[in-house]
């Protein structure tokens, strides 16, 4: 359990960047040339793989690659939808929350082998 946690704090941090790196150029490095803001995201996915790396190699010791995969999609869509309202100052829209339930779908699909095996 404990790798799981540590997995979950990891790929966390390491989205943040991840959503910075790919996203916050939009926004503050507009008028920028495309290459300046490649290379500054760049600079920050760095740190981004830094923290990934290290993160799906703890995972996979307890999780499937699919599970890896799955995590990995849930903490983006709690990290993105954030980074949007807030930072990005995108209007919120319904479109979130079903995204977020066909991610919900995934978890279930996925993990549901591990559901049952936990009960016995």
């Given at each position: 359990?404990?790798?799981?946690?540590?997995?979950?704090?990891?790929?966390?941090?390491?989205?943040?960047?991840?959503?910075?790196?790919?996203?916050?150029?939009?926004?503050?490095?507009?008028?920028?040339?495309?290459?300046?803001a490649?290379?500054?995201?760049?600079?920050?996915?760095?740190?981004?793989?830094?923290?990934?790396?290290p993160?799906?190699?703890?995972?996979?010791?307890?999780?499937?690659?699919?599970?890896?995969?799955?995590?990995?999609?849930?903490?983006?869509?709690?990290?993105?939808?954030?980074?949007?309202?807030?930072?990005?100052?995108?209007?919120?829209?319904?479109?979130?929350?079903?995204?977020?339930?066909?991610?919900?779908?995934?978890?279930?699909?996925?993990?549901?082998?591990?559901?049952?095996?936990?009960?016995?």
């Open positions: 359990m404990r790798e799981i946690g540590l997995t979950i704090g990891l790929l966390s941090i390491s989205n943040v960047f991840m959503t910075f790196a790919w996203y916050a150029h939009l926004k503050d490095l507009s008028t920028k040339p495309w290459l300046v490649a290379l500054i995201s760049w600079g920050i996915a760095f740190f981004e793989y830094m923290l990934q790396v993160a799906n190699r703890i995972g996979f010791n307890v999780l499937s690659l699919g599970q890896l995969k799955i995590l990995q999609e849930v903490i983006t869509l709690s990290i993105f939808v954030p980074f949007s309202l807030f930072y990005m100052k995108e209007p919120l829209k319904l479109d979130y929350l079903w995204a977020g339930l066909c991610i919900l779908g995934a978890v279930y699909f996925i993990f549901r082998g591990n559901m049952a095996n936990a009960g016995s």
